[in-house]
């Protein structure tokens, strides 16, 4: 399974973030997979934000289930993230993964004006 997260390096405070994951070499949709979205900020440890699961079901962090939301598009075999209201410390290192350990190489995220 590889993983590939993209998506803008800059977003303004305020805006709203949006990363896609493309996962190639197995289905999404495929039984029993959870497909994650989490982060890290600089000098910061990792946090988990939300995910998706292989029937559509979705599942947030309780500090950012406000502002997350997670969703898919089967026929490209990719999971989104959509962070809104976006501030500085907002800003890191996001990763794309799934339930069985398999991540992306991480995309750095800079929130600045």
């Known amino acids: 399974v590889r993983l590939q997260e993209s998506g803008p390096g800059l977003v303004k405070p305020s805006q709203t973030l949006s990363l896609t994951c493309t996962v190639s070499?197995?289905?999404?949709?495929?039984?029993?997979?959870?497909w994650s979205w989490i982060r890290q900020p600089p000098g910061k440890g990792l946090e988990w934000m939300g995910a998706?699961?292989?029937?559509?079901?979705?599942y947030y962090s309780a500090s950012l289930k406000n502002r997350t939301s997670v969703s898919r598009d089967t026929t490209k075999n990719q999971f989104t993230l959509q962070l809104t209201s976006v501030t500085p410390e907002d800003t890191g290192v996001y990763y794309c993964?799934?339930?069985?350990?398999?991540w992306g190489q991480g995309t750095q995220v800079t929130v600045s004006s």
């Open positions: 993964g799934n339930s069985v350990g398999s």
């Open positions: 998706i699961d292989w029937s559509g079901n979705t």
């Open positions: 070499g197995y289905s999404i949709t495929r039984n029993y997979y959870r």
